[in-house]
């Protein structure tokens, strides 16, 4: 519900009774109506709760929603068909997995692991195996991403490397430094004809696909960044990103007003910015004193913006696309480390520190 | 009243340190850097000598450094994390990934691994790891530094005996670390890493008067001191002194002389930068010298923390190992990897580790440590020691007797017995040479 001041409506009430009694019989009260009909964002039901057991680092849905992908700190990828709460494990990584991505025209699904293995897996079958896999990265692979026409995958991670390879061989296509600190997040936007990516120290660099040379550059997002010198370390970045329909807005995601990096004291916070102009064009905000870090954001198909945070406790927000203020606050039962929105943008599911995934029904 | 010089007030300590934090004007008497230059005939002299003198360099990782993602990984386990494990030069030894360049050189390394101090507090938990022994009322009991700058070191040596490297954000000693000992024996501050504040003689003043300057200074002081001796007016005369001693050895802080490639090898960064002036100090006489790096107290975000942080002690320590033992100072000098306590195996909800003292570790080597030795052992998941626990006290006698030391002996305060180590306690034998 939309927060409202009680007081005043209490008075407004007493004001309307004494009316009333002049005026004869009280009308029924009209509902407010929907700032987004045909959607439920007040009490959005828990269709399934996928307990993955380890504590969570993401989740994803298939392009068709068929399927729920989650990883865990065991090193398990896991593919859930929600609705039936049946689970299937997809073995083959040696480290954490924080970024997967599909092809859907091959029915392949991309994962990249912490220890720098990108691994392919068929979409469908009863126990998935690995199809190919080679080590793409020194170190963490933080992001992957497919074009989905030309089945070009980028990844990116903690060697400042974005390397482009080709489904379903995975052959190389090209690599090139792109960041002097650690890659967070890499996309492709504009049909496939650039790549945007993001850092640690909240760099936006966009990439010519083609060519690899560097388009365009910017820190429009600093606020998601600071060195703490008391502690000597680097915190926040773009933790989590999400692109509109039209790909004209990229919604980057992380934590700002750190106080103590190492006690994760801060406010989330989403900035979106114009990929072309590199300008932030749009925040939004938590409304109530909360600390912790945003980690994951995405864009409705109906207009609305999802935000999701974990720190002190998990925290799903809803803001229309114009507003800082948050439409809707819904408090989750564990912290939120991240989440999917289905393509038809019917369900939304989120990561818990707990090991479970729940999937949400947004459709009224 | 009776006095003391081994008072250990906190006025002594002070004004040790107030006078020890700006070089006072007119203490120098002009002599140039005598820091040897390698190779020559008077450096191979020093080197020598140096041989002969003990030592220690102690690396404290300030905040609580992961044991899981250092001296005893857990790939694989529920507690693990994402690092793996990788093998060292002493097989089946493994360290964490994010020592590539330690792993190395573990053949000079050896690796305590069930240790359990039981104390989760920062300031109570370092106190246990510098002196030996939890706090007890009525008593503060010196840190090694302390006790090794008045045990081992030269009687007149240019430096001070217990140095401390601090990182620019703060992380310094504090001057009642000597305790009993006398503030003679408490640390000194190099923040930073760079040279005291006015370390030079004025430009105005020639080496002549400032010879005359402290003559007089000194018949002053002897003076005074024939009717007046107290802690603190020897710890004013021994200020200059310090001070003195310093200023002929500004050189040491001059590291921009070093080979480019030794400079690459450090780390261009504040802690390669740090560990760098350690080995020139520890190489130009000192007798302990601490560097701490900072911040390991990661209940936040623990992984991306220690990456960033191990990768830059992982390089410059490693280097640090590798310089000393080149120079022939390793084998006399005792190194130690600490800090105040390890961290949970569980990992939190921040993607944080928390406070964790019953089940962590610390590295060791140099003088009087077998080198690729490993002792003590932790459970599957790291929450428990299953063999060889030993605390703080172990530790302590352990050091000591590294350093050819008896930890059984006593310190004497007015006539009082004072142990230097935890009675009940004993050294850990298996990784003594």
Not at chain 1, 102 to 113: A, E, M, Q, T, Y
Not at chain 2, 375 to 404: I, P, S
Request: hydrophobic share 35%.
């Amino acid at each position: 519900m939309i927060p409202v001041d009680t007081t005043k409506d209490a008075d407004k009430k007493d004001a309307a009774k004494k009316d009333d009694s002049k005026k004869g019989p009280a009308k029924p009260e009209e509902k407010p109506k929907p700032p987004f009909p045909g959607w439920e964002l007040d009490a959005p039901k828990q269709i399934a709760d996928c307990k993955h057991g380890a504590g969570l680092l993401g989740c994803w849905f298939d392009p068709s929603g068929k399927w729920l992908y989650t990883s865990g700190q065991d090193n398990v990828i896991s593919r859930w068909d929600f609705v039936a709460n049946k689970r299937v494990d997809l073995a083959g990584h040696g480290s954490w997995v924080k970024s997967l991505g599909f092809c859907p025209g091959k029915n392949l699904v991309i994962s990249g692991g912490y220890e720098g293995l990108l691994i392919v897996w068929p979409m469908e079958g009863v126990q998935p195996e690995p199809l190919r896999q080679v080590t793409a990265h020194t170190g963490w692979i933080r992001a992957v991403a497919v074009e989905p026409t030309s089945g070009l995958v980028v990844s990116a991670g903690n060697d400042g490397q974005i390397a482009l390879w080709q489904l379903p061989s995975l052959a190389p296509v090209r690599r090139w430094s792109g960041h002097d600190c650690h890659i967070y997040q890499a996309a492709f936007r504009d049909n496939g004809k650039e790549i945007i990516t993001a850092d640690l120290k909240a760099n936006v660099r966009v990439w010519d696909t083609a060519t690899g040379k560097l388009l365009r550059e910017g820190k429009p997002v600093a606020s998601l960044h600071k060195f703490d010198a008391g502690f000597g370390a680097d915190i926040g970045g773009v933790r989590g990103w999400g692109a509109n329909a039209n790909g004209d807005r990229v919604a980057c995601a992380g934590i700002t007003n750190v106080s103590n990096a190492f006690a994760g004291v801060g406010n989330p916070l989403i900035q979106v910015i114009d990929p072309k102009t590199l300008k932030v064009v749009q925040e939004h905000k938590s409304k109530e004193a909360y600390q912790g870090t945003m980690w994951g954001v995405a864009f409705h198909p109906a207009g609305f913006v999802l935000g999701v945070a974990g720190g002190s406790g998990g925290m799903l927000w809803i803001w229309k696309a114009d507003q800082a203020e948050p439409l809707r606050t819904l408090k989750q039962p564990d912290n939120i480390r991240g989440m999917a929105l289905s393509a038809d943008g019917s369900k939304i599911a989120v990561a818990q520190a707990n090991g479970s995934a729940r999937v949400l029904n947004l459709k009224a | 009243m009776k006095r003391s010089p081994n008072c250990g007030t906190v006025d002594h300590g002070l004004s040790r340190r107030s006078f020890m934090g700006g070089l006072a004007a007119g203490t120098a008497l002009g002599v140039p850097s005598l820091y040897p230059k390698l190779g020559s005939s008077t450096g191979a002299m020093v080197n020598r000598l140096a041989q002969s003198q003990k030592r220690v360099l102690m690396v404290y990782l300030s905040g609580g450094v992961s044991q899981l993602e250092t001296w005893d990984p857990k790939p694989g386990a529920k507690t693990g994390g994402p690092f793996r494990a990788i093998p060292t030069s002493v097989p089946g030894v493994h360290l964490s990934e994010l020592l590539p360049h330690t792993a190395s050189q573990m053949h000079r390394l050896a690796l305590v691994r069930g240790i359990n101090t039981a104390e989760d507090d920062h300031g109570k938990g370092s106190q246990i790891m510098h002196t030996g022994r939890k706090e007890e009322p009525g008593i503060q009991y010196p840190h090694l530094g302390s006790i090794c700058s008045k045990l081992l070191g030269p009687d007149a040596g240019p430096l001070p005996g217990y140095l401390h490297v601090t990182p620019g954000g703060g992380g310094g000693s504090s001057p009642q670390d000597a305790a009993f000992l006398g503030p003679k024996f408490g640390p000194v501050g190099i923040s930073d890493g760079k040279a005291p504040l006015n370390i030079d003689r004025p430009g105005g003043l020639t080496p002549e008067n400032e010879l005359a300057r402290q003559e007089l200074r000194k018949m002053a002081d002897e003076r005074f001191l024939a009717k007046r001796r107290t802690a603190r007016t020897e710890a004013y005369t021994q200020t200059f002194d310090q001070a003195k001693g310093l200023m002929s050895k500004k050189g040491l802080f001059d590291i921009v002389g070093e080979p480019s490639r030794l400079l690459d090898s450090y780390g261009r960064h504040d802690f390669g930068r740090h560990c760098l002036l350690s080995r020139r100090l520890l190489e130009g006489g000192a007798t302990f010298v601490k560097v701490t790096h900072t911040n390991y107290d990661t209940h936040h975000e623990n992984f991306d923390f220690h990456l960033e942080q191990l990768g830059e002690f992982d390089r410059s320590f490693a280097t640090l190992i590798d310089d000393l033992h080149q120079r022939g100072i390793l084998s006399s000098t005792l190194v130690m990897v600490i800090s105040e306590f390890g961290r949970t195996p569980n990992i939190n909800h921040l993607y944080g580790r928390d406070h964790w003292s019953k089940a962590w570790s610390v590295a060791l080597g140099g003088c009087g440590i077998v080198g690729g030795g490993v002792v003590g052992k932790t459970n599957g998941q790291g929450t428990a020691v299953v063999d060889r626990e030993v605390h703080g006290g172990h530790l302590f006698h352990t050091y000591l007797q590294a350093l050819g030391l008896d930890s059984k002996k006593n310190h004497y305060v007015d006539q009082r017995p004072i142990p230097m180590a935890d009675p009940k306690a004993e050294a850990i034998r298996e990784i003594l040479a």
